[in-house]
């Protein structure tokens, strides 16, 4: 069975409201941050409901899932004190993932600002070993996660991850966590050649370290450096790639996490297409959803056909006028999914449907006809 989830809010009762929340999506895994990733405010991980929470994931049938360190940390930074708090908060956070059970704690591996690469890779490496020093007595692995190359962000290649898996001398405490958004922006042609690119990085890291997979379609196109998450199928990996991903037989039995936008056209009530998205990389749409959902998605096929609309040649054609037309990105920015959405309320096709509901089916339409 696959281990496919999402990321899930640990606030409230912590990993009880975590894996209450990944259930309704129909997960078999899930990411959590252990507190608000934008600041080191904690509460006491005792007092986070984890067996509460353990006892949801054992009737959800869950027996993976990942933390994700919090982005405040920067073991890249020059200054001091950037660097001390990152030392010391990320030893914090391995022993809350300790407590917690879990094996990975996924970590962006930090950027240089105002130096270089060269020192960024040496400095991380540095505090890597500063913080491995202080956590001995855990069995959470790092996996540092590879990035898309925005900025000065460390780990936009494999050579990368790899310098800094050299530097650290118990490297055997680091994995990685490959995100599919951003070695797509930063140029690895997982569209047309994921085996090639598995090659690359098993004969640079090694896919013995693959520990974690981060699934996010991108709204950028490849090289771009800019990393812009984008639903599956709505951006420009588009979901037979990333099918393709889900059930390679070197990716499959690793935990897959979504961290996809949440989408909505009002402020403050989007909603993620987590759901829709797990069912149909599971191959498991009329179970979750039923047949209902089906004959929906194939009107949506017949709407759009009459509209000259072909779906994965619609989504490029829109992005592409929107990264290079500035005009025409002004006069209407709308991305693909939003397009869509507007033609099929004001053709008011699924008039009883809620904007979720309808953004589930357009999901599936990404989608169709391969999972019918």
């Not at 391995?94 to 407590?99: A, L, Q, S």
Request: charged share 30%.
């Amino acid at each position: 069975m696959l281990k496919i989830g999402s990321h899930v809010s640990f606030s409230g009762k912590g990993l009880l409201n975590a894996a209450e929340e990944a259930a309704t999506y129909g997960s078999t895994t899930f990411m959590i941050y252990t507190g608000a990733p934008q600041n080191p405010r904690r509460k006491p991980i005792e007092d986070q409901f984890i067996t509460e929470g353990k006892e949801v994931m054992a009737k959800m049938g869950v027996d993976e899932i990942v933390v994700h360190a919090p982005y405040i940390i920067n073991l890249g930074s020059y200054k001091d004190d950037t660097f001390e708090l990152a030392v010391r908060f990320l030893q914090e956070e391995i022993k809350r993932t300790d407590y917690i059970g879990v094996k990975n704690i996924v970590l962006h591996p930090g950027a240089y600002t105002d130096k270089d690469a060269e020192y960024g890779i040496a400095r991380i490496a540095e505090g890597l070993n500063e913080v491995l020093a202080g956590v001995k007595h855990t069995d959470v692995k790092i996996a540092l996660e590879t990035m898309a190359g925005k900025g000065t962000e460390i780990g936009r290649s494999f050579e990368e991850i790899a310098a800094i898996i050299e530097k650290v001398d118990d490297n055997s405490k680091l994995s990685v966590c490959m995100d599919t958004c951003h070695i797509h922006d930063a140029g690895y042609d997982i569209v047309n050649d994921f085996d090639g690119v598995l090659e690359q990085f098993d004969r640079i890291i090694g896919l013995d370290r693959l520990a974690v997979v981060h699934l996010n379609d991108s709204k950028n196109f490849r090289g771009a450096g800019k990393d812009r998450h984008a639903p599956i199928g709505a951006g420009l990996i588009g979901f037979d790639a990333m099918n393709y991903i889900v059930n390679h037989e070197k990716i499959r039995h690793l935990p897959l996490v979504l961290e996809t936008p949440w989408i909505g056209k009002e402020k403050g009530k989007e909603r993620p297409m987590y759901e829709a998205e797990i069912a149909l990389l599971r191959g498991e749409v009329e179970g979750r959803f039923g047949e209902e959902f089906l004959d929906h998605v194939e009107r949506l096929d017949f709407f759009f056909r009459k509209q000259d609309v072909s779906r994965r040649d619609y989504v490029v054609g829109v992005w592409e006028l929107l990264k290079n037309d500035p005009k025409a990105k002004k006069a209407d920015g709308r991305e693909p999914m939003e397009r869509l959405y507007d033609m099929v309320k004001e053709a008011r096709l699924f008039p009883d449907l809620s904007e979720e509901q309808i953004n589930h089916r357009l999901t599936g339409y990404f989608a169709f006809p391969a999972f019918t």
